[in-house]
Nanobody, 116 residues
Framework: QVQLVESGGGLVQAGGSLRLSCVAS????????MGWFRQFPGKQRELVAH??????VYASSVKGRFTISRDNAKNMVFLQMNSLRPEDTAVYYC???????????WGQGTQVTVSS
């Protein structure tokens, strides 16, 4: 089992920045990929970015504004979000596992709200 705990969400004005953090504990040796998803009200979770030994992948909507990074020694993943827009408002979830997505583990989510 892997436990993921996110932090860093909050309220920010459009054009501002936030940095999300996620720390993994438990069977961290099973983790190859770490990443972030977000969920809008009434919508399914969508991939924001993920990072593995093969590199990083970003959703087109955040490319150039968001940067994902990992600290493997600390089992952490970060999401630096710049030039935030009101449409970035969502609950952001950390995800980790052998593969990214539903087969992995999830954090509890952190709310990001961008005001116009």
């Amino acid at each position: 089992q892997v436990q993921l705990v996110e932090s860093g969400g909050g309220l920010v004005q459009a054009g501002g920045s936030l940095r999300l953090s996620c720390v993994a504990s438990g069977n961290t040796l099973s983790i190859s990929t770490m990443g972030w998803f977000r969920q809008f009200p009434g919508k399914q979770r969508e991939l924001v970015a993920h990072a593995s030994d093969l590199g990083t992948v970003y959703a087109s909507s955040v490319k150039g504004r968001f940067t994902i990074s990992r600290d493997n020694a600390k089992n952490m993943v970060f999401l630096q979000m710049n030039s935030l827009r009101p449409e970035d408002t969502a609950v952001y979830y950390c995800n980790a596992g052998a593969d990214i997505g539903p087969k992995g583990y999830w954090g509890q989510g952190t709310q990001v709200t961008v005001s116009s």
